[in-house]
């Protein structure tokens, strides 16, 4: 079956743009999270959401970063004004429900600032 | 701080012998720990995982051994196959059961010789 999709695959940006990450998590998955992957680290939680509410943002580094899912199904993250830190590979995960159920990974989005 | 740590940046072993990857935690508030595989441009996979309240788990080649008092967790693959070479992540969450927010190590590639 299909699993979580992540558009665009690579994204270049200048410094001080506007980007937009998506994610499609597998159908009927309620949980969706974002982690962020830096070079030569593990994934770093940044939000995840129960239905169409962000149940934890904690991870969020800044406030240009923001999320949303508003239909409890497609999410997409918002980055404004990036920055050459904000360059990692930007991975998204569904579950069933948050709780004991694996988090499922898409192949993440790239994202270059230069 | 790293509350995660995977020591072992990367590791060699022989078809058909024993993996031991290894993982150490300094948050005595995680209390359900995970393994995640990764291949290179795909998104991390879920291998297996444990409770606090057990000290080992297993799944086929797979076993999960927890030593809390150590706080010290590690993955034995028996026996080790081509297909095992990959990026091995552990991680763990607070909260019984809870996967919502995981804190992953550096990661552990491994690397099994033919």
């Given at each position: 079956g299909a699993g979580v999709s992540q558009t665009p695959s690579n994204k270049v940006t200048e410094k001080g743009k506007y980007v937009e990450l998506r994610c499609d998590p597998i159908s009927g998955h309620t949980a969706l999270y974002w982690y962020r992957q830096s070079l030569g680290q593990g994934p770093e939680f940044l939000i995840y959401f129960?239905?169409?509410?962000?149940?934890?943002?904690?991870?969020?580094?800044?406030?240009r970063f923001f999320a949303v899912r508003p239909e409890g199904s497609v999410s997409t993250l918002k980055i404004q004004?990036?920055?050459?830190?904000?360059s990692a590979v930007y991975l998204c995960a569904s579950s069933?429900?948050?709780?004991?159920s694996p988090l499922h990974f898409g192949n993440g989005t790239r994202l270059t600032v230069t | 701080d790293q509350q995660v740590k995977q020591n072992s940046p990367s590791l060699s072993v022989q078809e058909g012998r024993i993996s031991i990857l290894n993982c150490d935690y300094?948050?005595?508030?995680?209390d359900y720990f995970l393994w995640y595989k990764k291949y290179p441009a795909e998104g991390p996979t879920f291998l297996i995982s444990i409770s606090s309240i057990k000290d080992k788990n297993e799944d086929g080649r797979f076993t999960v051994f927890l030593n809390k008092s150590a706080k010290h967790l590690s993955l034995h693959i028996?026996?080790?196959?081509?297909?095992?070479s990959a990026v091995y992540f552990c991680a763990a969450s607070e909260g019984?059961?809870?996967?919502?927010k995981l804190t992953f190590g550096t990661g552990t590639r491994l690397t099994i010789i033919p």
């Open positions: 129960q239905g169409t509410g962000a149940a934890d943002d904690s991870g969020l580094p800044n406030d004004r990036t920055e050459r830190g904000d069933l429900k948050a709780g004991n | 300094t948050n005595s508030m995680f028996v026996p080790s196959q081509p297909g095992d019984n059961f809870g996967n919502e």
